[in-house]
């Protein structure tokens, strides 16, 4: 069985190829390791590998594990998961980017706590990109309009967008998703309500990050290529304790 330092090194060579068909440099991509449900010691071998930032969905298992690790020089965390707004205290706590922005309502939390604390949070815009009902997301029409909104919470700095491609082996399906987030950026960067910079798209998982790649992806949330089949949290988490 591969290492994770040697997993993390096959999905690097996969990037920089991936950027070379595209014409791109390396060094704009950045891989985002997902580290959802792994315990902390392979976060660390992660982090010995080079890593510096580690993706989470649930806010309670992001808190736990960066208060465990608050000691480890220049670790953070991003929360990379829908988040409902009584959980909102995790994230302004203890994460340092916000990939799933998609309610005035979590806004207005977030921006509150942040003011609060006297720090500001990097935040992504997520849009609903395959239309799929069980998704969460903006839906694309609705994103302009949500950009500009967000002027009344200046502790939030977005930096762009994020999406979830559809699940699918068709690749024109997934590539349309992506296209529709490069349009959406273009778009966004040349209105002069929306609020941000709107240079980052973090799109592309395991199965598809070389084609988002292709499309403009600058952050890729990569977790089973390079931790391996998703465990119980709950096997070393206590929500509890």
Known sequence: MATIVENLAAVRRKIERACA???RDPSEVRLLPVSKTHPPELI????RAGERLFG???PQELAAKAEQLRDVDDLKFAAIGH??????KLITDWASEFHALDSIKVAEVLDRRLQQAGRSLDVFLQVNSSGEDQKFGLPPEEVAGFAAALADYSSLRVRGLMTLAIFSDDQVRVGACFALMRDLQARLRDDDAAVGSYDELSM???GDFELAIAYGATTVRVGQSIFGTRLNPDDYWNPAG
Do not use: P, V
């Not at 660390?44 to 982090?47: K, P, T």
């Open 21 to 23: 068909a595209a014409g």
């Open 44 to 47: 660390m071998e992660a982090y």
């Open 56 to 58: 989470e969905n649930r």
């Open 83 to 88: 988040l409902q707004t009584n959980k909102a």
């Open 204 to 206: 592309g998982m395991s």
